[in-house]
């Protein structure tokens, strides 16, 4: 069956186009924020006849140019159509008074990737607090979660709240951006008249697909997230991040490795993780990969390391648990390397005190996991259980699609 997105449905049918009628609307994009036929967002909308007053661009920009952590984004005024382009990724993370008064309706377009981490959820969140009890609308234009339905990694800790962590979830959410919508109103008591534009033929927990439907053409939404490969594993490997652990920047393959560096071995970590939980290798096949980082961590410098292949034959939906893997590794090479230097001491996504692996995860539980030698794959299994136990049943009136 062929899969319609938010956008499609509101261009095919005038009659969910009638209550924009005489409005001014802004539209939140990125280059993946395309039509079934990849005309972007913005051009068809306008085609269609929206009176669009503004544009918004998350992190990465409208454009999708900008590479990296705390890499802003630059207000513009875009040359075809004369309206201004706003970066809730430069001067501010929120959007402002003055940006919220270019339109009465604001339509939410982004590809997500289903993980906490990624930072168009929290610009949703930040988008919706700022229309709250305003009057001002906010649409969410229903795309995919490729990540499909399972939920994996602990909560996040009260208190640890950041740009990656908009709210107490775990790393990978499985909602779409239009029911999380949902969640945030209810989690956070906003007052804002929303609407999501759902999806038509959305079945997460069909194969083969799970998640992505195999009738649409991936569309980077950030410059690292080349692939669906990618997709699946981003809730494991953004953790790299916040590691001295090449992620695979400035290859062509980034955030699909588990690890990369030119001081361990690869073989050696990837039979460790087996003797300590085999269990948690489980839906994708392991490669060594050996590259070389034209830039980032490790540039010019062969790293030896291991490639997720969550795809293919080789992957399993359900018994693919990227965050466990993730840490796994992490865990594996705490075990033969004790002294090795792990965790990266930088300023991440604005935050300045604390480590940003502790960020990345909302607290600093996984890290307490893998520095404390006495800890086994079992006790993290039990907190990571609980607390995906409990985000399923908080989350389960706010699902749109299926089960």
């Not at 009638?18 to 993946?32: D, E, M, Q, S, Y």
Request: hydrophobic fraction near 40%; proline fraction near 7%.
């Amino acid at each position: 069956m062929n899969v319609l997105f938010g956008i499609d449905r509101l261009l095919a049918d005038p009659e969910l186009r009638t209550p924009l009628a005489g409005k001014r609307v802004a539209l939140v994009a990125h280059p993946a924020s395309v039509t079934a036929d990849l005309t972007h967002s913005l051009d068809a909308l306008i085609a269609a006849g929206i009176n669009v007053t503004a544009a918004f661009g998350p992190q990465h920009g409208l454009k999708g140019d900008k590479q990296d952590n705390m890499v802003e984004t630059a207000d513009e005024l875009d040359p075809h159509y004369n309206i201004p382009v706003f970066s809730l990724y430069g001067e501010v993370r929120r959007p402002t008074g003055q940006m919220m008064s270019t339109a009465d309706v604001f339509l939410f377009d982004l590809q997500d990737l289903g993980c906490r981490i990624y930072t168009f959820v929290t610009t949703l969140l930040y988008l919706l607090e700022a229309a709250s009890g305003t009057g001002k609308e906010v649409w969410v234009l229903d795309r995919p979660n490729p990540a499909g339905r399972p939920v994996e990694g602990t909560l996040l800790v009260p208190g640890q709240e950041s740009f990656v962590g908009a709210g107490p979830m775990p790393m990978r959410h499985g909602l779409t951006l239009g029911e999380m919508g949902q969640w945030f109103i209810a989690e956070n008591k906003l007052d804002v008249p929303y609407r999501v534009i759902t999806m038509q033929g959305w079945a997460p927990e069909s194969a083969p697909g799970w998640g992505w439907p195999e009738s649409r053409i991936w569309i980077n939404p950030s410059p690292n997230a080349a692939s669906l490969n990618m997709a699946r594993a981003y809730a494991g490997t953004v953790m790299l991040e916040g590691a001295t652990l090449s992620e695979g920047r400035g290859t062509t393959r980034p955030l699909e490795v588990l690890f990369g560096a030119p001081d361990l071995d690869a073989k050696a970590v990837h039979a460790e993780m087996q003797r300590l939980a085999p269990h948690w290798l489980a839906g994708c096949a392991i490669r060594e990969c050996w590259f070389e980082p034209t830039f980032h961590k490790h540039a010019k410098t062969l790293c030896n390391g291991l490639m997720i292949h969550a795809e293919g034959g080789f992957y399993d939906h359900h018994a693919f648990r990227p965050w466990r893997l993730q840490a796994l590794a992490f865990k594996a090479i705490r075990r033969l390397y004790p002294d090795y230097q792990l965790w990266r001491d930088f300023a991440y996504e604005y935050e300045f005190e604390r480590l940003a692996i502790d960020v990345i995860n909302g607290g600093p539980a996984l890290r307490e996991w893998v520095d404390d030698a006495g800890a086994e794959a079992g006790d993290l299994e039990a907190l990571a259980s609980r607390d995906e136990a409990a985000w399923l049943e908080a989350t389960r009136s706010c699902r749109l699609y299926g089960p």
